[in-house]
């Protein structure tokens, strides 16, 4: 790969042109890659429970003082601490043996980088530059080129890397350190963001170089994060082969060659381990062609979002896979669907839509965003949930603002930072010579595509009312594809070109195409409508989830607690507290015959069963608005056939 120009950089990193559009002629590095995602910076959030959603995280990265988050990184290169450390995971005892000190500053890092890029708000750009300077002078004064906030330093590492027992994953938590110095590289331009990260992977080119391959498997028995993928990035940074012939290093064959070869072993498996390691094989098939990479990232993800997954997207008990013939006896679980696992599926399929732009891709990234990630924010107090309970009567329980910090915490500061960064995608070059966007999401927002000069409108209240309006605010000279998904539970999609029919698409889940030279003023309307539907847990005939549109339904069990009481600093003891027994309805009827005896009450996503509730009907909410009160996701159907 010869040097890379700034915008090819981050073309290639998949995060798409931050500089004007040069009309440079962008290399075919990447194998196959059909579409490319459009800068964070070209799209802003309109109205909606998304930019609410949005206002809420940058409210709370507000909160947070970095010289808290960046206490122990001073402490272990010698220097005198600025603030006092934050609690949690970050420094009590309780989780000392996790050794995820330092991790929210990596999420941090990320997560303040992208709320810039999509808020363009200065003092979000002022942090991520603050954080980084201090992490220079941390790392000047080590002059090992390692960065951490670890309570014994290096000597986990160490430990690991010497084949001994270790304690903790401090792969894991460095891995986000480098995540966070490359997000605030490409999206706040920080050249000694740059710097630190190179010196960082320099450290950890360095520090393995005498393991042997087996030597080097053996370590990645322990939870490593997303190490292969962060390594592949920096590679494209550089264009140094070292950090290429890390990132492969990095790539746990335990995992990788079952998974290439179509066989899946991932019962019993770390969920959370497992998926950011598929999310670098993926990036490293599109950097290397490699066939292996790419069978495993394909083969996981049907897995995992065909087989695996509630009606959330979300994934997993207790924090791993299970037989998925086990189901219905995880169900009562209050540790079900780990927030991380959704947030890094969304990652996996955001990279293998843009490789593949199939709508099964499109579908489940709708389902999970507006289920689990949505609805892992408090509308009230901006903290995020860990698990997502499935046990039929609990409730949400959400982090404290300063005094949890898990790995949910982290994640979930970056989820609601990073919106706009699915709805739209553009054709790549090559192929097909005309140009082409896609809209993947139904998301209030606006576009501008530097490359051709348009700029796109999209208004809906979607998903309270099922149609969307896209307005071409300004034009292209020359004709486009304009590519809209038709979601696979619509049966039909109505399009209105300035208030003409012009077509009703008959194949849910696929994309529709408008080809046409647009001009300013255009108006497309489309009609998506929205039914119910029973959605069975999998294995289980007589169990199922309430299903509206892409929006899963939980019955609104009351026992409301206040807004505040929920929020907890102990993820072990998720499924003990406000577990009082509650009293859960059961469904009569046959599943198909169900969906026609629920009613709108007339409020927006809100039904009441009528006449099949036992002992009573129930009252049904989306779960992503759902909080502060007790609810029930899955039903028993007692005459189910
Ligand atoms: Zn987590």
Same mark, same amino acid.
């Given at each position: 790969?010869? $040097?890379?120009?700034?915008?090819?950089?981050?073309?290639?990193?998949? &995060?798409?042109?931050?500089?004007? +559009?040069?009309?440079?002629?962008?290399?075919?590095?990447?194998? #196959?890659?059909?579409?490319?995602?459009?800068?964070?910076?070209?799209?802003?959030?309109?109205?909606?429970?998304?930019?609410?959603?949005?206002?809420?995280?940058?409210?709370?990265?507000? %909160?947070?003082?970095?010289?808290?988050?960046?206490?122990?990184?001073?402490?272990?290169?010698?220097?005198?601490?600025?603030?006092?450390?934050?609690?949690?995971?970050?420094?009590?005892?309780?989780?000392?043996?996790?050794?995820?000190? !330092?991790?929210?500053?990596?999420?941090?890092?990320? +997560?303040?980088?992208?709320?810039?890029?999509? $808020?363009?708000?200065?003092?979000?750009?002022?942090?991520?530059?603050?954080?980084?300077?201090?992490?220079?002078?941390?790392?000047?004064?080590?002059?090992? !080129?390692?960065?951490?906030?670890?309570?014994?330093?290096?000597?986990?590492?160490?430990?690991?890397?010497? @084949?001994?027992?270790?304690? !903790?994953?401090?792969?894991?938590?460095?891995?986000?350190?480098?995540?966070?110095?490359?997000?605030?590289?490409?999206?706040?331009?920080?050249?000694? +963001?740059?710097?630190?990260?190179?010196?960082?992977?320099?450290?950890?080119?360095?520090?393995?170089?005498?393991?042997?391959?087996?030597?080097?498997?053996?370590?990645?028995?322990?939870?490593?994060?997303?190490?292969?993928?962060?390594?592949?990035?920096?590679?494209?940074?550089?264009?140094?082969?070292?950090?290429?012939?890390?990132?492969?290093?990095?790539?746990?064959?335990?995992?990788?060659?079952?998974?290439?070869?179509?066989?899946?072993?991932?019962?019993?498996?770390?969920?959370?381990?497992?998926?950011?390691? *598929?999310?670098?094989?993926?990036?490293?098939?599109?950097?290397?062609?490699?066939?292996?990479?790419? +069978? =495993?990232?394909?083969?996981?993800?049907?897995?995992?979002?065909?087989?695996?997954?509630? =009606?959330?997207?979300?994934?997993?008990?207790?924090?791993?896979?299970?037989?998925?013939?086990?189901?219905?006896?995880?169900?009562?679980?209050?540790?079900?669907?780990?927030?991380?696992?959704?947030?890094?599926?969304?990652?996996?399929?955001?990279?293998?839509?843009?490789?593949?732009?199939?709508?099964?891709?499109? #579908?489940?990234?709708?389902?999970?965003?507006?289920?689990?990630?949505?609805?892992?924010?408090?509308? #009230? $107090?901006?903290?995020?949930?860990?698990?997502?309970?499935?046990?039929?009567?609990?409730?949400?329980?959400?982090?404290?603002?300063?005094?949890?910090?898990?790995?949910?915490?982290?994640?979930?500061?970056?989820?609601?930072?990073?919106?706009?960064?699915? *709805?739209?995608?553009? /054709?790549?070059?090559?192929?097909?010579?005309?140009?082409?966007?896609?809209?993947?999401?139904?998301?209030?927002?606006?576009?501008?595509?530097?490359?051709?000069?348009?700029?796109?409108?999209?208004?809906?209240?979607?998903?309270?009312?099922?149609?969307?309006?896209?307005?071409?605010?300004?034009?292209?000279?020359?004709?486009?594809?304009?590519?809209?998904?038709?979601?696979?539970?619509?049966?039909? *999609?109505?399009?209105?070109?300035?208030?003409?029919?012009?077509?009703?698409?008959?194949?849910?889940?696929?994309?529709?195409?408008?080809?046409?030279?647009?001009?300013? /003023?255009? &108006?497309?309307?489309?009609?998506?409508?929205?039914?119910?539907?029973?959605?069975?847990?999998?294995?289980?005939?007589?169990?199922?989830?309430?299903?509206?549109?892409?929006?899963?339904?939980?019955?609104?069990?009351?026992?409301?607690?206040?807004? /505040?009481?929920?929020?907890?600093?102990?993820?072990?003891? *998720?499924?003990?507290?406000?577990?009082?027994?509650?009293?859960?309805?059961?469904?009569?009827?046959?599943?198909?015959?169900?969906?026609? %005896?629920?009613?709108?009450?007339?409020?927006?996503?809100?039904?009441?069963?009528?006449?099949? @509730?036992?002992?009573? #009907?129930?009252?049904?909410?989306?779960?992503?608005?759902?909080?502060?009160?007790?609810?029930?996701?899955?039903?028993?159907?007692?005459?189910?056939?």
């Amino acid at each position: 790969m010869a $040097t890379l120009t700034r915008r090819q950089l981050l073309e290639a990193l998949g &995060v798409a042109p931050l500089l004007a +559009a040069a009309q440079l002629s962008s290399p075919r590095t990447y194998a #196959d890659v059909a579409l490319q995602p459009f800068s964070l910076t070209d799209v802003r959030l309109l109205a909606g429970p998304f930019l609410q959603a949005q206002k809420r995280d940058e409210d709370y990265l507000l %909160k947070l003082e970095p010289d808290r988050m960046l206490h122990n990184f001073r402490v272990n290169a010698g220097l005198e601490p600025k603030a006092k450390v934050y609690g949690g995971w970050e420094s009590v005892k309780t989780w000392e043996d996790i050794r995820a000190h !330092g991790h929210t500053l990596g999420h941090y890092l990320t +997560a303040a980088a992208l709320m810039y890029a999509s $808020t363009g708000h200065e003092e979000m750009k002022r942090r991520v530059d603050y954080i980084v300077s201090e992490l220079k002078q941390c790392q000047d004064a080590t002059k090992t !080129g390692l960065v951490n906030a670890f309570p014994d330093n290096s000597a986990q590492i160490d430990n690991l890397v010497a @084949g001994r027992r270790a304690t !903790g994953v401090p792969w894991y938590t460095l891995h986000k350190i480098f995540a966070g110095l490359r997000d605030a590289y490409l999206w706040c331009d920080s050249a000694p +963001a740059r710097d630190v990260l190179v010196k960082l992977a320099g450290w950890a080119v360095e520090t393995t170089k005498d393991l042997t391959d087996a030597q080097f498997e053996r370590m990645l028995d322990v939870e490593h994060g997303g190490m292969n993928e962060v390594m592949a990035d920096v590679y494209v940074i550089t264009n140094d082969p070292r950090h290429l012939v890390l990132a492969e290093r990095f790539c746990h064959k335990a995992v990788l060659t079952p998974l290439a070869k179509g066989r899946d072993t991932l019962d019993g498996l770390h969920s959370n381990t497992q998926i950011p390691k *598929i999310v670098g094989f993926e990036r490293l098939y599109q950097i290397t062609g490699k066939p292996q990479y790419r +069978a =495993a990232a394909e083969f996981f993800w049907r897995m995992v979002a065909g087989t695996r997954s509630f =009606a959330t997207g979300g994934n997993g008990d207790n924090e791993h896979f299970f037989p998925i013939a086990d189901f219905a006896t995880h169900l009562d679980s209050a540790k079900t669907m780990e927030t991380c696992c959704s947030h890094n599926m969304l990652r996996l399929t955001r990279l293998l839509f843009a490789r593949n732009p199939t709508a099964a891709y499109g #579908d489940y990234y709708e389902r999970t965003l507006f289920n689990a990630i949505l609805g892992s924010q408090d509308a #009230d $107090t901006g903290m995020m949930t860990y698990f997502q309970a499935t046990r039929p009567g609990y409730i949400k329980l959400f982090c404290t603002p300063f005094d949890s910090f898990w790995c949910c915490t982290g994640t979930g500061m970056e989820n609601h930072a990073k919106y706009g960064d699915s *709805i739209y995608f553009r /054709g790549t070059a090559g192929g097909s010579q005309r140009d082409s966007l896609y809209v993947n999401l139904f998301i209030a927002s606006t576009l501008t595509w530097r490359d051709t000069g348009v700029e796109l409108r999209q208004t809906t209240s979607f998903p309270e009312a099922g149609r969307a309006r896209f307005e071409i605010i300004r034009a292209a000279s020359r004709r486009f594809d304009l590519h809209i998904r038709h979601p696979s539970w619509a049966a039909t *999609i109505g399009v209105r070109i300035n208030d003409s029919a012009v077509e009703t698409s008959r194949r849910p889940g696929s994309f529709i195409t408008l080809t046409r030279t647009w001009t300013s /003023g255009d &108006v497309i309307d489309i009609e998506l409508p929205m039914t119910l539907r029973m959605e069975p847990l999998p294995g289980t005939i007589d169990t199922a989830a309430i299903v509206f549109g892409p929006i899963v339904l939980v019955g609104a069990l009351g026992h409301a607690v206040k807004a /505040g009481e929920d929020l907890h600093i102990n993820e072990r003891t *998720i499924g003990t507290p406000l577990n009082e027994p509650i009293e859960v309805p059961t469904l009569a009827g046959d599943l198909a015959g169900i969906p026609a %005896k629920i009613r709108p009450t007339g409020e927006p996503l809100t039904f009441k069963t009528a006449g099949v @509730g036992r002992p009573a #009907d129930v009252t049904l909410v989306p779960f992503y608005r759902t909080a502060h009160q007790h609810y029930n996701m899955y039903w028993k159907v007692q005459d189910a056939r």
